[in-house]
C-alpha cells in the first residue's frame, strides 16, 4: 500500500508545479514592454561561419595561420632552382626559411649591407665636407692675389653639376651636393681674381678607379664611372658645362674619367669662370700640399649620410656605393681603399651581431659576380633595431620610387612593398619589407643564381606574383577582438517581454552585433 501511494503521489507533485507555473503569468505579472515599436524582431544572420578561423582566440589562430603560410610557401618554391634561398620573417619571428644560409650572389642587393654598414661606421647623420682653401694672399679690397685655389676632396660622391643632372632620374635632383652652388659660395667670399690656378687634391683616398675583381668589358663601361676622393659628375667625363652630346634620340655614351680629380678641377674652373671669375693658369690636381699649411675659405656639407644611402638604393647608385666603401675604410683604418672598406665590413656586422659567416664580397656595389652572401644575412640587417630601422627607410617603395616604380605592377606589394629589387639573366634578388593589409610588417630576402639564363625572367615573375597574395592573406595569428566574428547585419529590436520590474534596463544593447 505504502508503495503504491508513493507511485501516485509524485506525478501529482510534478503535476501541480506544472500548474503554477502555467499560473505565474497571471498571479505575480510580466509588462509588456515595447522597445521599439517601429521595429521588429529578427534572427540575425551570422556573418561568420561557427567553425570559422575567426572565432577561435590567438592561441590557436596564430600557429594556424603560420602552418597555412608554410604550406602555400613551400609549395611556391618548388618552381626555384637550387641555387636559390628566401625567408620570410615578422615582429622577430621566423615564419619561413628555404636554404637560409646557402651563399649566393646578391648582385645589386650587395648595397644594402654596404649602406648598412656605412650607417653603423659613420652615423646617419654623417656627412662629408669638401674644403676650399687658399693663400691668402689679398689686396686692400681683399682680392685673392697670388694663390692656387686648392679644394680638397672628402669623398663626397654625390657632387654634381646642374647640367648632368638633366641626364639623371629626378631623386638625384634632391639628394646630391650642387657644384654649381658650391661655386656661387666661392664668388660670395669676394673671390674674382686667381692669379694662380683651380687646384684639386684626392690624397684622403687611393687612386684605383675601378675595382679589381671587374672584368675588362665592365672597367670601360659607362656603368660605372671613375673613382676618387674628388669626384664630380660620377667620375664621368663632362664637356665644358654642357652633356647635350649624351642626350637626344641618339646620345653619346658617357665616358669614364682617367684623370677624375684633374676632370673636376677643369670643371669647376669652367664654372668660377662663368660667374665672372679672373683664372690665370690651367687647372690641374696636386696631392702634395698639406691642408693645414693653407687659409680654409669654405667648407660645403653633403647630404646626411641617411639621405645618400637612400639616393643610393633609390636609384642603385654603383658609383656611390664603391665611394661609400672607401670611406667606411678610411673612418676605420685611416687608408681610403676599397680593401680597406672590405676588410671593414664584416668586423662592423660582427659588432653589430650580425652573423656573416658565408659573407664573401670584392666590392660595395654588388656589380662583381664574386660577392657572396646569404638570406640570412639580409634578413638580420632588416631585423636589426637601430640601423635596420633607417636602412629601411631609406628603401624605395615599389611601383612608385626609383629603378623599382616599374616592377611589381598591379599586384598586392606595389607601393606595400619596401625594397631594393633588381634582377638579371643569371641572378636576382628582392630585399625589403612589405606591410600587409592587416598591418603586418614582414621582412622578405630572396636571392636566385641560375645558370638556365634563358629562364631567369619568367622564374622570377611567376615567383613573386605567385608570393604577393599569399603575404597579403596572411593575418599574422589577430588577437580574439581582431579575430572575432562579423554579422551581416544590424540587430533591430521589436517588441518583446521583458521581466516585470526590469522594463529601464537598456536590454537594446544586447543585440548581435559582433555574433
Given at each position: 500500500?505504502?508503495?503504491?501511494?508513493?507511485?501516485?503521489?509524485?506525478?501529482?507533485?510534478?503535476?501541480?508545479?506544472?500548474?503554477?507555473?502555467?499560473?505565474?503569468?497571471?498571479?505575480?505579472?510580466?509588462?509588456?514592454?515595447?522597445?521599439?515599436?517601429?521595429?521588429?524582431?529578427?534572427?540575425?544572420?551570422?556573418?561568420?561561419?561557427?567553425?570559422?578561423?575567426?572565432?577561435?582566440?590567438?592561441?590557436?589562430?596564430?600557429?594556424?595561420?603560420?602552418?597555412?603560410?608554410?604550406?602555400?610557401?613551400?609549395?611556391?618554391?618548388?618552381?626555384?632552382?637550387?641555387?636559390?634561398?628566401?625567408?620570410?620573417?615578422?615582429?622577430?619571428?621566423?615564419?619561413?626559411?628555404?636554404?637560409?644560409?646557402?651563399?649566393?650572389?646578391?648582385?645589386?642587393?650587395?648595397?644594402?649591407?654596404?649602406?648598412?654598414?656605412?650607417?653603423?661606421?659613420?652615423?646617419?647623420?654623417?656627412?662629408?665636407?669638401?674644403?676650399?682653401?687658399?693663400?691668402?694672399?689679398?689686396?686692400?679690397?681683399?682680392?685673392?692675389?697670388?694663390?692656387?685655389?686648392?679644394?680638397?676632396?672628402?669623398?663626397?660622391?654625390?657632387?654634381?653639376?646642374?647640367?648632368?643632372?638633366?641626364?639623371?632620374?629626378?631623386?638625384?635632383?634632391?639628394?646630391?651636393?650642387?657644384?654649381?652652388?658650391?661655386?656661387?659660395?666661392?664668388?660670395?667670399?669676394?673671390?674674382?681674381?686667381?692669379?694662380?690656378?683651380?687646384?684639386?687634391?684626392?690624397?684622403?683616398?687611393?687612386?684605383?678607379?675601378?675595382?679589381?675583381?671587374?672584368?675588362?668589358?665592365?672597367?670601360?663601361?659607362?656603368?660605372?664611372?671613375?673613382?676618387?676622393?674628388?669626384?664630380?659628375?660620377?667620375?664621368?667625363?663632362?664637356?665644358?658645362?654642357?652633356?647635350?652630346?649624351?642626350?637626344?634620340?641618339?646620345?653619346?655614351?658617357?665616358?669614364?674619367?682617367?684623370?677624375?680629380?684633374?676632370?673636376?678641377?677643369?670643371?669647376?674652373?669652367?664654372?668660377?669662370?662663368?660667374?665672372?671669375?679672373?683664372?690665370?693658369?690651367?687647372?690641374?690636381?696636386?696631392?702634395?700640399?698639406?691642408?693645414?699649411?693653407?687659409?680654409?675659405?669654405?667648407?660645403?656639407?653633403?647630404?646626411?649620410?641617411?639621405?645618400?644611402?637612400?639616393?643610393?638604393?633609390?636609384?642603385?647608385?654603383?658609383?656611390?656605393?664603391?665611394?661609400?666603401?672607401?670611406?667606411?675604410?678610411?673612418?676605420?683604418?685611416?687608408?681610403?681603399?676599397?680593401?680597406?672598406?672590405?676588410?671593414?665590413?664584416?668586423?662592423?656586422?660582427?659588432?653589430?651581431?650580425?652573423?656573416?659567416?658565408?659573407?664573401?664580397?670584392?666590392?660595395?656595389?654588388?656589380?662583381?659576380?664574386?660577392?657572396?652572401?646569404?638570406?640570412g644575412l639580409f634578413q638580420s640587417i632588416l631585423q636589426d633595431d637601430e640601423y635596420g630601422v633607417t636602412l629601411k627607410e631609406a628603401l624605395p617603395l615599389v611601383g612608385v620610387e626609383g629603378v623599382v616604380s616599374n616592377t611589381l605592377l598591379g599586384t598586392p606589394f606595389e607601393s606595400n612593398l619596401i625594397a631594393h629589387a633588381h634582377f638579371e639573366t643569371d641572378r636576382g634578388a628582392l630585399v625589403g619589407s612589405y606591410t600587409t593589409p592587416q598591418g603586418l610588417e614582414m621582412?622578405?630576402?630572396?636571392?636566385?643564381?641560375?645558370?638556365?639564363?634563358?629562364?631567369?625572367?619568367?622564374?622570377?615573375?611567376?615567383?613573386?606574383?605567385?608570393?604577393?597574395?599569399?603575404?597579403?592573406?596572411?593575418?599574422?595569428?589577430?588577437?580574439?577582438?581582431?579575430?572575432?566574428?562579423?554579422?551581416?547585419?544590424?540587430?533591430?529590436?521589436?517588441?518583446?517581454?521583458?521581466?516585470?520590474?526590469?522594463?529601464?534596463?537598456?536590454?537594446?544593447?544586447?543585440?548581435?552585433?559582433?555574433?
Amino acid at each position: 500500500m505504502l508503495q503504491l501511494l508513493k507511485r501516485i503521489t509524485l506525478p501529482l507533485l510534478i503535476l501541480a508545479t506544472l500548474i503554477a507555473l502555467l499560473n505565474f503569468k497571471d498571479r505575480f505579472g510580466y509588462e509588456e514592454v515595447p522597445i521599439n515599436t517601429a521595429q521588429k524582431v529578427e534572427t540575425p544572420d551570422l556573418g561568420t561561419p561557427v567553425y570559422s578561423l575567426r572565432r577561435a582566440p590567438e592561441l590557436l589562430t596564430s600557429p594556424l595561420a603560420t602552418q597555412q603560410l608554410q604550406e602555400n610557401l613551400s609549395e611556391l618554391i618548388s618552381s626555384l632552382p637550387d641555387s636559390s634561398c628566401f625567408a620570410i620573417s615578422a615582429d622577430g619571428e621566423q615564419l619561413f626559411e628555404f636554404q637560409k644560409q646557402l651563399p649566393l650572389n646578391p648582385g645589386g642587393a650587395q648595397k644594402i649591407i654596404t649602406a648598412y654598414a656605412a650607417l653603423a661606421q659613420l652615423g646617419p647623420d654623417y656627412q662629408y665636407e669638401t674644403v676650399i682653401s687658399a693663400d691668402r694672399e689679398t689686396d686692400a679690397d681683399g682680392n685673392l692675389l697670388s694663390s692656387d685655389l686648392y679644394v680638397f676632396g672628402s669623398g663626397d660622391p654625390v657632387i654634381r653639376t646642374d647640367a648632368f643632372l638633366e641626364l639623371l632620374p629626378e631623386a638625384y635632383s634632391s639628394i646630391r651636393t650642387s657644384a654649381d652652388e658650391m661655386a656661387d659660395l666661392t664668388v660670395a667670399m669676394n673671390i674674382l681674381f686667381i692669379q694662380g690656378a683651380v687646384v684639386v687634391n684626392e690624397s684622403r683616398y687611393d687612386e684605383e678607379r675601378t675595382i679589381v675583381g671587374w672584368d675588362q668589358e665592365l672597367k670601360e663601361s659607362a656603368e660605372i664611372g671613375s673613382l676618387s676622393a674628388s669626384l664630380l659628375d660620377g667620375g664621368f667625363d663632362g664637356l665644358r658645362q654642357n652633356y647635350s652630346q649624351q642626350r637626344g634620340e641618339n646620345p653619346t655614351p658617357l665616358v669614364p674619367s682617367v684623370n677624375p680629380a684633374k676632370r673636376f678641377a677643369a670643371n669647376f674652373d669652367d664654372l668660377l669662370e662663368a660667374r665672372g671669375v679672373i683664372i690665370l693658369r690651367a687647372a690641374k690636381e696636386v696631392n702634395n700640399v698639406e691642408q693645414s699649411s693653407l687659409v680654409e675659405l669654405l667648407t660645403i656639407k653633403s647630404p646626411t649620410l641617411d639621405q645618400i644611402a637612400k639616393q643610393m638604393l633609390t636609384n642603385d647608385d654603383n658609383v656611390t656605393a664603391e665611394m661609400v666603401l672607401k670611406e667606411i675604410g678610411f673612418s676605420r683604418t685611416g687608408q681610403g681603399s676599397t680593401g680597406s672598406g672590405l676588410v671593414s665590413l664584416p668586423e662592423i656586422l660582427a659588432a653589430n651581431n650580425i652573423p656573416n659567416t658565408e659573407l664573401l664580397l670584392t666590392d660595395g656595389s654588388g656589380l662583381s659576380h664574386d660577392n657572396q652572401a646569404t638570406c640570412g644575412l639580409f634578413q638580420s640587417i632588416l631585423q636589426d633595431d637601430e640601423y635596420g630601422v633607417t636602412l629601411k627607410e631609406a628603401l624605395p617603395l615599389v611601383g612608385v620610387e626609383g629603378v623599382v616604380s616599374n616592377t611589381l605592377l598591379g599586384t598586392p606589394f606595389e607601393s606595400n612593398l619596401i625594397a631594393h629589387a633588381h634582377f638579371e639573366t643569371d641572378r636576382g634578388a628582392l630585399v625589403g619589407s612589405y606591410t600587409t593589409p592587416q598591418g603586418l610588417e614582414m621582412n622578405i630576402t630572396y636571392i636566385v643564381n641560375f645558370d638556365d639564363t634563358e629562364s631567369a625572367e619568367n622564374i622570377h615573375k611567376s615567383f613573386l606574383n605567385g608570393l604577393a597574395p599569399i603575404l597579403s592573406e596572411f593575418t599574422g595569428g589577430k588577437t580574439l577582438e581582431e579575430m572575432g566574428p562579423r554579422s551581416v547585419i544590424e540587430y533591430n529590436a521589436g517588441p518583446s517581454y521583458v521581466p516585470f520590474g526590469l522594463s529601464s534596463f537598456p536590454w537594446q544593447y544586447f543585440a548581435a552585433k559582433d555574433f
